[in-house]
């Protein structure tokens, strides 16, 4: 029998590190916690367009009024992109500019609510003072792809570059859609993957329940969740 190739050898070497990898994050159930991620798109109330960036109202002014919650900026080539607290949550960018809160570790479904509620507060506080808008669907109704603009992360403009060698809605999927997630912690790998197949069998329903995005462009799509399509 002959002996392995190198890139073979490179290969189960490969997975065996990732294996590893994925080990150090198994926990007991005593340590578990749940981590949210909630999007949504922000718009200027005077003309409903997308905020781009710069300028006021905009993604940049605020991130900047967020600051006086007690949150500390994250910055890049200049830029505040996002800011972050010391119980593990951040305030971040998608591509498009939706404004993400990605919770911190948390216990119970009551303490999310709690975070998100106190998130969606500070928002709205920045944005009525800054005239603008924020809307929490799962594709955007009423703005075109040209319409929207990038957020100035470094590794967007990779991604920008990259999506449309490989389908048709890699763009749209980085601009105009917003969603809800949800991280699980868990005690091993068949831990995992029973929690990934649950998770997967509950989708559809989630999707069915949440359904919130029949327009493109400002006309049907034909489609209950064009996001999830």
């Given at each position: ?9 490179n ?30 798109f ?5 003309n ?16 900047d ?21 010391s119980?593990?949550?951040s ?13 911190a570790?948390l ?25 603008a ?16 603009s ?17 389908g048709?809605?890699?763009l ?6 917003s969603?809800?997630?949800?991280n ?13 197949r ?5 989708q559809?329903?989630a ?11 400002g ?8 996001r999830?399509?």
């Open positions: 029998m002959s002996a392995p190739s190198s890139s073979a050898s290969l189960i070497a490969g997975k065996a590190e990732l294996v590893a990898d994925l080990e150090t994050g198994n926990k007991p159930p005593e340590a578990w916690r749940i981590g949210t991620e909630h999007e949504k922000v718009f200027d109330l005077s409903l367009r997308p905020l781009p960036y710069d300028g006021r109202p905009g993604i940049g002014a605020l991130l009024g967020l600051e006086r919650f007690g949150w500390d900026p994250v910055r890049e080539g200049g830029n505040t992109i996002a800011l972050k607290r119980d593990g949550s305030v971040s960018l998608e591509p498009g500019g939706q404004f993400e809160l990605s919770g570790p216990e119970t479904l009551h303490q999310t609510c709690a975070e998100v509620g106190e998130h969606l507060t500070q928002v709205k506080e920045i944005c009525a003072e800054l005239g808008g924020v809307m929490g669907v799962g594709f955007n109704p009423k703005w075109r792809r040209e319409d929207v990038w957020m100035p992360k470094g590794r967007y403009k990779i991604m920008r570059e990259y999506m449309p060698k490989k048709s809605l890699g749209d999927m980085m601009l105009r859609t969603t809800v997630q949800v699980l912690d868990f005690q091993s790998e068949a831990d995992m993957v029973k929690k990934m649950v998770a997967v069998a509950l559809p329903i999707t069915a329940l949440f359904a919130d995005s029949p327009f493109t462009e006309k049907p799509n034909g489609f209950q969740s064009y999830s399509h």
